[in-house]
């Protein structure tokens, strides 16, 4: 099974290459731009988007016309062929508006005829010599995906050279084959599930481990403090301040992304340290009830976090599943108990009143996340008959039974 990541790294570029460089944004433009207009149809039906036929259709005028190498052309083919297709399909099966593809200077495709990578360098075809450039990696690689998969490990392919600001970026897609039976452990009958609760206060997720990660309340405090200097900058209105804003903006994203990152990571380290299997998070559609008052860039950062587990748990086997967790806050989630009531939950505490027990409202809402996808798999005879939630010093089944660490099997 072959996984694939994508990895952003900033590129060292003489100012000596940025010429023909831009060249080469410039000339890849113009090929993909002749593709979609020729491609192009008021009348989706008729829009062409089959790469062999716009092959046939489009090369030799393109040949004569650039510079490219035929690799650069096919590559510029193919996103324009991608493009169409896109806008094809979103008008024809889901019934939704699109125009013709236009497209910017400031991307090239690369492929494995066009780009060669070195352990410290890159080289890049153009529109004249090859380009040579110097990666730029973070000075502290602890806990970036460059630790994960700027290695060895993982093959380099294709890749995007983009244009920001006066500054290139390569975004590389590395690829990596799994052997089948890393993940067969899918499909036993033992499979362990880790619940994970997510929270727009307190902390972002909390698992049935009780595993504390990431701060909501920080993450929502940097948002914060972003909108309030944008909303600044704007009023003054100046070039000056509409650059800072997208330098601004796009520090945010990245140190968001990267936050985000960490705690997907972090999750999905638990769950391989637990034995996990599976990996539960509430369905995010009873997330958006739940947090009906909660910001469109906390539900985003939901979205992105589960994107990110899913992504980085499929390299290990693990599964990725939702649940619709009514009453997950409320129910006793310690033992055979069950007890559910709104009382139970002030808060960060959870009292049972039925039992007794305490425990942190996250982390009980978490293991019922847990519990709730065991049940689901138990009842829809999915394979794992005996499917346990994952807590701090062992399992617990679908009935409530509990078993020590040293007893788990």
């Known amino acids: 099974m072959g996984v694939v990541r994508n990895i952003q790294i900033k590129l060292d570029v003489s100012e000596d290459d940025h010429s023909v460089l831009n060249e080469t944004f410039e000339q890849f433009r113009h090929a993909a731009q002749h593709v979609?207009?020729?491609?192009?149809?008021?009348?989706?039906?008729?829009?062409?988007?089959?790469?062999?036929?716009?092959?046939?259709?489009?090369?030799?005028?393109?040949?004569?016309?650039?510079?490219l190498q035929s690799s650069l052309i096919q590559s510029a083919r193919n996103l324009a062929a991608t493009a169409l297709g896109n806008c094809k399909d979103r008008i024809i099966d889901e019934g939704e508006k699109a125009s013709r593809p236009e497209f910017?200077?400031?991307?090239?495709?690369?492929?494995?005829?066009?780009?060669?990578?070195?352990?410290?360098?890159?080289?890049?075809?153009?529109?004249?010599?090859?380009?040579?450039?110097?990666?730029?990696t973070p000075v502290n690689e602890d806990g970036t995906p460059f630790e994960d998969y700027w290695t060895d490990a993982w093959k380099k392919a294709e890749a995007t050279l983009h244009k920001r600001d006066d500054t290139y970026y390569l975004h590389v897609a590395v690829k990596k084959n799994?052997?089948?039976?890393?993940s067969s452990d899918n499909e036993s009958e033992n499979g362990v599930v880790l619940g994970v609760d997510l929270n727009v206060d307190g902390y972002v997720a909390v698992t049935s481990t009780g595993a504390f990660l990431g701060n909501a309340d920080f993450l929502t405090h940097r948002r914060d403090e972003y909108e309030r200097r944008r909303g600044n900058l704007q009023q003054t209105g100046t070039r000056s301040a509409h650059l800072t804003i997208k330098s601004i903006g796009?520090?945010?994203a990245r140190w968001s992304?990267?936050?985000?990152?960490?705690?997907?990571?972090?999750?999905?380290?638990?769950?391989?340290?637990?034995?996990?299997?599976?990996i539960a998070f509430e369905n995010l559609t009873h997330i958006r009830k739940r947090i009906s008052n909660a910001s469109k860039f906390q539900q985003w950062a939901f979205r992105e976090l589960q994107r990110h587990v899913d992504y980085k748990?499929?390299?290990?086997?693990?599964?990725?599943?939702?649940?619709?967790?009514?009453?997950?806050?409320?129910?006793c989630s310690h033992g055979e108990c069950g007890f559910t009531h709104e009382d139970n939950r002030e808060g960060d505490e959870f009292e049972c009143l039925k039992c007794g027990k305490q425990l942190h409202s996250d982390y009980n809402a978490a293991r019922n996340i847990g519990w709730r996808l065991v049940q689901h798999r138990l009842k829809s005879g999915a394979g794992r008959a005996s499917s346990q939630v994952a807590l701090k010093s062992g399992t617990v089944n679908a009935n409530g039974q509990f078993r020590p660490t040293a007893l788990r099997s």
Do not use: M
């Open 250 to 252: 796009s520090r945010f």
């Open 36 to 67: 979609a207009d020729h491609g192009w149809d008021d009348n989706p039906h008729n829009i062409t988007k089959t790469k062999n036929t716009l092959h046939h259709e489009t090369y030799s005028d393109v040949r004569e016309r650039l510079s």
């Open 178 to 182: 799994i052997d089948p039976a890393d």
């Open 257 to 278: 992304a990267d936050y985000l990152h960490r705690i997907s990571k972090a999750l999905v380290q638990e769950a391989r340290e637990n034995d996990c299997t599976a």
């Open 104 to 136: 910017k200077g400031t991307v090239v495709v690369y492929n494995g005829r066009t780009i060669t990578y070195n352990d410290d360098h890159v080289s890049l075809a153009t529109v004249d010599d090859r380009v040579t450039a110097e990666y730029v």
């Open 313 to 331: 748990a499929e390299e290990y086997g693990i599964d990725v599943d939702d649940v619709a967790p009514a009453y997950t806050s409320q129910r």
